[in-house]
């Protein structure tokens, strides 16, 4: 009778535990021990943010990752077609985007596993006034739902100074496109097959 009790209340438990979290379908953190970024630096090639990307039914979804880039609060369509879409595969691996500094001009890039997008002219990055690249999930691991858009990466850029922003608040940022000259958002979202 106890060995019924007690094999009852792990089963509760495991059913527990296995739908508390049923909603969400990946899980994005910065990538800590970022070899392509030592790379880059040691090269002085330019920069890069790099993922990991933990898919719960990989070979079921498709994930997309793509760049919006705004100039003087408006948006530019040259980077409706900077992105990548892959899926229906359980592979895993590293995914980001990169900054190739070439001389007189950037060239952008985007990779994740088994796919990747040719170098790109980014055409407003600019070698004045004060930027900043990076990570915009921090250090933490974030979540996502099926079908749910999130921003991992900022490029910013202004001509003297650049303010703190939320970049996980909506509002925050709509107010940084508005502010600041340049703007690239990285973000990322699953879909389902």
Known sequence: MKIIKLFSIILVIITFVGCSNDNK???????????????????????ILSYNLKLVEADNNWVKIWLEGY????????????????GLSPQKGKMGIGIINAH??????????????????????????????GYAIGNETIELDLGETKIIGVYRQDKNSLRTYDYQNEESINDMIKEDDTVLLLKIKIEKE
């Open 71 to 86: 100039s003087n609060g408006e948006k530019i369509d040259q980077y409706s077609d900077i992105q990548l879409q892959y």
């Open 25 to 47: 379908i990946a899980y994005v953190s910065k990538d800590d021990d970022n070899t392509y970024e030592r790379t880059f630096s040691e090269l002085n090639i330019g920069e």
């Open 104 to 133: 007189d001009r950037d060239l952008i890039f985007l990779y994740a596993p088994g796919v990747k997008s040719s170098p790109r002219e980014t055409g407003i990055i600019k070698k004045d006034g004060v930027s900043v690249w």
